[in-house]
Structures are given as structure tokens and as C-alpha cells.
């Protein structure tokens, strides 16, 4: 078993275990070193925690949420500039966790903004996910890839917002995400280590 997850799993290798065929292609892998210099990943000063209701509002605001309940896991964010409203959602696989939800809802905002052109704040309730995004060693490559965007455009900056505080933006990103289940974009990401070792273990459970 622990053969099979470090071949799969860390050496990016096709593995068969108790007659089942694991296809590396499908779980995460680690990533390569950043290719941004520690010097030039300035985030510091553009992704806050402070927690409150936002502040410093910009003609733009997006929200974001990633969710995951009854095994059902979800992405979803929504634009709000006078009073218009924009939405994006999307489904993701039960496999996938609540980090992949939430990290894929702000690479799609980040994605979004950076197309606007305009000063735009980007708000999530996740906090880890905006911690990874200011961190050099990552080794997610969605975060990566989400970092490279933020870091080309200087007018989109990024906050954490408490959840279920009566913020319009928060509570439709919330209820959009929820409703991803049956309606969103098929997302395709690979599965995360945790559910490749839970999948060895049952089959070793199992024999």
C-alpha cells in the first residue's frame, strides 16, 4: 500500500494495486518549485484578513465560495457593479476537498478581474486559501498558476470576509455554490492524496 502511494502519488507513476489500476494522471502532484523569485511575489500588501465588513470599496466587487456538503463539492463566485450581477459556478468531483472548492472559485475570479481592466476587490471566507496565495511554497499548481495572474495586474486585491455576517455578495456566492450541484460547469481537478490513501486503505481493508 504505501509502495503504491508513493508511486502514484509522489513519483507520478501508473500503478496497480489489488487489481485495480491507479492512473497517476488523476491525483495531485507536486508541483515544481515556483518559477516567481521570493523577491517578487509581493502579495503582502494586496491580500488582507482582516475580517470585517469590506472596506475601501471598489466600483467592482466579486465573491467567491467553495463548498462541500453531503459529499456534493462546488465552486462559485459572483460580480456585483451597479447593482448588475454577474455569476460563474461550477461542479466539482465529491473526491475533490473544500480547499480545492474555495482555491478554484478565487482563480476563476482572479481570471475574471484580470480581464475588467478596473480596480477590482476579490472577497473569500477562506482564509487559508488567501494565506496560500501570499505563500513562496505553495506546491499546489492551481494556486500557482492563480498567484502568476494576481501578479501581472496590480488592480485586483484580494480579502477575507467573515461568512453568514449579512454581506449581499457573500450570501449569493454562498447560495450559488450550494446550487452548483445541479447546475454548475462540470470542473475537472485532480484528486487530492488524502482520497488516494483513503481508496488504498479500504482496498486493504477489503482483501
Known sequence: MQSTLVRVGRLGRNCDYEGIHFDHERYEQPSPPSSIHPALLSLEDRITHGGQVPSNRTPIEVYTDGSKINDQTDSAFCVIA???????KAKLSPANTVFQAEMLALK????????????INIWSKS?????????????SKITQEAQITLLENARIRLGWVKAHIGIKGNEIADTLAKDATTDGIPASLPFPKSFLKKQLLQLSLSR
Open 127 to 139: 482564509e487559508s486559501s488567501l494565506q496560500a496565495l501570499k505563500s513562496f511554497k505553495v506546491k
Open 82 to 88: 451597479n447593482e448588475a450581477t454577474k455569476t460563474w
Open 108 to 119: 476563476a475570479a482572479i481570471e475574471w478581474a484580470n480581464t475588467a481592466n478596473e480596480d
